[in-house]
Structure formats: structure tokens, C-alpha cells
């Protein structure tokens, strides 16, 4: 047995609450956890994500060179149109425009407290050919 095992995601913002009704919906997430400073939420396929209070918390700046990319989570899809349109609509932004096609197609975002994010189009997974 490891000694250490992975635990959660943790994202800093000024107000966890906001930021976890966007990864909420997104995610189709329900709350496991909340206390006065964090809220822990885990989506149907079992990926937890918390929302920590900083009040001091200052958005990641990316691609600006200045408090640039912190780190930032990667989500898979089958349909980036439908997914970037869900995105706006809870208030998330893109910040990466430029059209990047081929079976790796990914866009970028920003959630409403400016964590990075990106949108992968899944590829099926058959058995291996040749």
C-alpha cells in the first residue's frame, strides 16, 4: 500500500461558494463537504475538486507573463461547441481563440475567478490497430 495517495484538486478564491456553483453545474457536482473557508464537490465519475477561501487570492494571469500560469485542470469532451456555450453561460470565459482542429482539438478557459481550464475533445478508445 502507498504510503501517500493522491488527494483533491484545491483552487484558491475570494469566495468558494460562487466558484463552486460554476464547477457545480459544469460538472454536474454535488457538495461532499463545506466548511466557513472550503467547499469540496465531486462529480458523477468520482473527481473531487475544493474551493478554498483567500481573500487574498489573485487570478492566475496566463498567458501574461506576470503571477502567469499557476497551474489549471483539463476536462474531456465529446462536444466543445456544446461545452464552451455551458461554460459562458455559468459565467467561465475563453481565453485561448485561436482554432486548434485535429483529433487533440483543445480550447482554454477561465472560470469566473480566473483559474485556467481546458477542454479536451475526448478520441475513442478502440483496441490498438496493426
Not at 461558494?17 to 453545474?25: C, G, N, P, T, V
Not at 467547499?39 to 468520482?46: Q, Y
Not at 461545452?83 to 481565453?95: C, K, Y
Request: charged share 30%; net charge negative.
Amino acid at each position: 500500500m502507498a504510503l501517500v495517495k493522491a488527494g483533491v484538486v484545491v483552487l484558491d478564491c475570494a469566495e468558494p461558494e460562487k466558484l463552486a456553483e460554476f464547477y457545480k453545474e459544469l460538472l454536474d457536482a454535488e457538495e461532499i463537504h463545506v466548511t466557513a473557508n472550503r467547499v469540496e464537490i465531486r462529480s458523477p465519475d468520482g473527481t473531487q475538486l475544493a474551493l478554498r477561501r483567500d481573500v487574498n487570492a489573485t487570478p492566475p494571469s496566463w498567458p501574461r507573463p506576470e503571477n502567469s500560469l499557476q497551474a489549471h485542470l483539463e476536462f474531456e469532451v465529446t462536444d466543445l461547441d456544446a461545452a464552451e456555450r455551458r461554460i459562458v453561460s455559468l459565467g467561465g470565459r475563453p481565453t485561448e481563440t485561436k482554432d486548434a482542429t485535429g483529433p487533440f482539438e483543445e480550447r482554454s478557459y477561465a472560470d469566473p475567478a480566473g483559474h485556467s481550464f481546458s477542454l479536451r475533445r475526448s478520441v475513442p478508445h478502440g483496441p490498438k490497430m496493426g
